[in-house]
């Protein structure tokens, strides 16, 4: 085997692969993705599975520790997380600095990155019981201080974790419960929810996933690392993507809803526009989860009986992408971001939010990368570069520049 280390030192060659398209950072035992065979598996089971038959929280128990849970160890880790659901009453001075128009997403960062405050433990996990109680920490706070974002955004009062409830359905109840009355939870919704969260869960070394184990390389904190995640999946070529979707086919209506007249601009290489969820990095022949996905929005848009002009620019773009010479050859197919933002407009979340419920299911991945990473005692990540500026250059003084 060639000794990278001893090769560079010898030739000071480097390997420069931009967007890191063909370079593994790490070692990794938790997800499975061919890209050419459209396979998505988590610890060795089918995505497809694992949407049908679990819900979200047993699936983030599978990620984060590597095995499908028991009945006890999953009433336990529910139990667990609930412990710690409450956040600190001090976090709501940093968000009333907030303006109200300010992204949730942004907010979202900076509030997770604040938890560190507040919890010093998580920064400093040292054996495997910390790393569990940093795991549950982490899954109860993130949950509540997500939908804060939003109450901050619409003026409400922030509501408290119910432990009578699960975990998706207090996602429900802790972005709509008003004090006026009840909030009525709807199972079709939840289900739909819980199925988009486990499709969402992990995606080994995508740019949020590769920021987290890079930023928690340094030791950083788990609060810190994801706070940092948070930050690249906000952007529209990631997560962003999902309300990109939504803005671009509000664009396409309100420009008269001619679908093919957007294709075109798609195609036009003078023209910067891109279609919002078609493409993906790694996946060249169709998105696994795009698939459960599509089948899921169909399911949720038939049973609430939504009847939105919005989806039927959706479809539209979506049959006349999937046979257009451009789209085809290039191999760009709809991917989770095109059906996820469809659904979330159908069970009324806010297109600000769709981003936030992206992190929320992301949650378990971007934990059990950092825990693998910390656990196998990664050294701390630091690319090289080619440098290609001026070569060495005499100073110049102030008066002759
Ligand atoms: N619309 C039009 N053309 C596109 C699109 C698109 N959405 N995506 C890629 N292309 C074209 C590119 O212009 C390029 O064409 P060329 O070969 O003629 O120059 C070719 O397809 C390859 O594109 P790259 O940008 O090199 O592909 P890359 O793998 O770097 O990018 C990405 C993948 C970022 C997802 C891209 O497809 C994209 O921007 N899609 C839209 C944003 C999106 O949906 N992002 C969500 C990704 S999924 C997720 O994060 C869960």
Redesign the pocket.
């Known amino acids: 085997a060639i000794d990278i280390e001893k090769l560079r030192a010898l030739t000071g060659a480097i390997t420069l692969d931009p967007?890191y398209?063909n370079s593994g950072s790490c070692k990794s035992d938790i997800t499975f993705l061919d890209g050419e065979e459209g396979i998505l598996r988590y610890r060795g089971y089918a995505i497809e599975d694992l949407a049908e038959k679990a819900d979200f929280l047993e699936v983030s128990y599978l990620v984060i520790f590597g095995e499908l849970p028991t009945k006890e160890q999953l009433e336990q880790f529910e139990n667990d997380i609930r412990k710690y659901t409450l956040v600190n009453e001090e976090m709501k001075n940093i968000i009333d600095g907030f303006p109200k128009t300010a992204h949730p997403m942004g907010v979202l960062s900076s509030l997770t990155s604040a938890l560190t405050a507040f919890n010093p433990k998580v920064v400093n996990v040292e054996n495997e019981k910390e790393m569990y109680e940093a795991v549950c920490k982490t899954m109860a706070k993130f949950l509540v201080i997500a939908t804060w974002t939003y109450r901050k955004m619409m003026g409400y009062p922030l509501n408290y974790y119910d432990n009578t409830k699960g975990y998706v359905e207090n996602f429900m109840h802790l972005m709509f419960e008003l004090p006026t009355g009840p909030y009525k939870q709807n199972q079709v919704v939840i289900d739909a929810l819980d199925k988009l969260f486990i499709l969402?869960a992990d995606?080994e070394q995508?740019?949020s996933t590769s920021t987290v184990r890079i930023v928690g390389s340094s030791h950083a904190g788990l609060f810190a690392s994801i706070s940092a995640g948070v930050s690249a999946?906000w952007g529209?070529?990631?997560?962003?993507?999902?309300q990109?979707?939504l803005e671009m086919l509000e664009d396409i209506q309100k420009d008269g809803g001619d679908a093919d007249k957007y294709l075109a601009k798609?195609?036009d290489?003078d023209d910067p526009?891109?279609?919002?969820?078609?493409?993906?990095?790694?996946y060249k022949n169709f998105?696994p989860r795009a698939k459960i996905i599509k089948k899921a929005a169909d399911e949720v848009l038939a049973t609430l009986g939504v009847n939105d002009p919005i989806l039927q620019i959706a479809k539209k773009l979506e049959e006349s992408a999937l046979v257009d010479e451009?789209?085809v050859s290039?191999k760009?197919y709809p991917?989770?971001?095109?059906y996820s933002g469809i659904i979330y407009r159908a069970l009324g979340i806010p297109t600000d939010m769709f981003t936030v419920l992206?992190a929320i299911g992301r949650l378990p991945g971007w934990i059990a990368q950092w825990k693998e990473m910390r656990v196998n005692k990664e050294p701390i990540g630091r690319p090289r570069q080619v440098y290609t500026g001026h070569p060495l250059r005499d100073f110049v003084a102030m008066d002759k520049r």
């Open positions: 967007g398209k969402h995606h995508n740019c999946l529209p070529l990631h997560g962003g993507a999902n990109a979707v798609a195609k290489k526009f891109r279609l919002m969820g078609f493409g993906h990095r790694v998105d451009y789209f290039r760009l991917n989770v971001d095109f992206f």
